[in-house]
T-cell receptor, first 111, second 112 residues
Framework: EDQVTQSPEALRLQEGESSSLNCSYT??????LFWYRQDPGKGPEFLFT???AGEEKEKERLKATLTKKESFLHITAPKPEDSATYLC????????????FGAGTRLFVKA | NAGVTQTPKFRVLKTGQSMTLLCAQD?????MYWYRQDPGMGLRLIHY???????AKGEVPDGYNVSRLKKQNFLLGLESAAPSQTSVYFC???????????FGSGTRLTVV
């Protein structure tokens, strides 16, 4: 059964303090791993898709990496506006190509 | 702006009442989805559609029905609302498998 586990559940950082969020997954043939950002009261916003181990994607202060078992979302020198919940999701080649979401990591960045 | 529009944004229902949530997208996407989001449980798939006229069950379909009569619209129905259906409902679409979703802004439903 496809599964996604995110850690930590919550992360509190000072502005400028770099860190990483973890997404561990099990899937029957990875079709894609996705990262989303969700602000309170809003729908998730798509950030990245990673397709194969070794792939990396960057956007401003965010960098996503992928191995065969996990993905990391690295946040470099975060700012208060980076505070949000970050969701990881995977899609496998079985199960009708459905996407399974993790519970998310709530990130708080203090000025 | 192009995207996914959900109506209504908020709704309070009494147990046993029925309602329909509307999702509309203007990006010509083939795939559309309904998820519910509950604290600590992440997003769970209710029903989905891979094209006009098609629907399929997701992870938690009981108590819900859907229809996709037009490519741009995906309707989620609750025939007899129960307190366990209190949640935030998100509609999403994407052009094909392997692509990221575009989500709507959500419908916050409370069943009392």
């Amino acid at each position: 059964e496809d599964q996604v586990t995110q850690s930590p559940e919550a992360l509190r950082l000072q502005e400028g303090e770099s860190s990483s969020l973890n997404c561990s997954y099990t899937v029957s043939g990875l079709r894609g791993l996705f990262w989303y950002r969700q602000d309170p009261g809003k729908g998730p916003e798509f950030l990245f898709t990673l397709y194969s181990a070794g792939e990396e994607k960057e956007k401003e202060r965010l960098k996503a990496t992928l191995t065969k078992k996990e993905s990391f979302l690295h946040i470099t020198a975060p700012k208060p506006e980076d505070s949000a919940t970050y969701l990881c999701a995977v899609q496998g080649h079985t199960g009708g190509f459905k996407t399974i979401f993790g519970a998310g990591t709530r990130l708080f960045v203090k000025a | 702006n192009a995207g996914v529009t959900q109506t209504p944004k908020f709704r309070v229902l009494k147990t046993g009442q029925s309602m329909t949530l509307l999702c509309a997208q203007d990006m010509n996407h083939e795939y559309m989805y309904w998820y519910r989001q509950d604290p600590g449980m992440g997003l769970r798939l209710i029903h989905y559609s891979v094209g006009e006229g098609t629907t399929a069950k997701g992870e938690v379909p009981d108590g819900y029905n859907v229809s996709r009569l037009k490519k741009q619209n995906f309707l989620l129905g609750l025939e007899s609302a129960a307190p366990s259906q209190t949640s935030v409902y998100f509609c999403a679409s994407r052009p094909g498998t392997g692509n990221g979703y575009t989500f709507g802004s959500g419908t916050r439903l409370t069943v009392v």
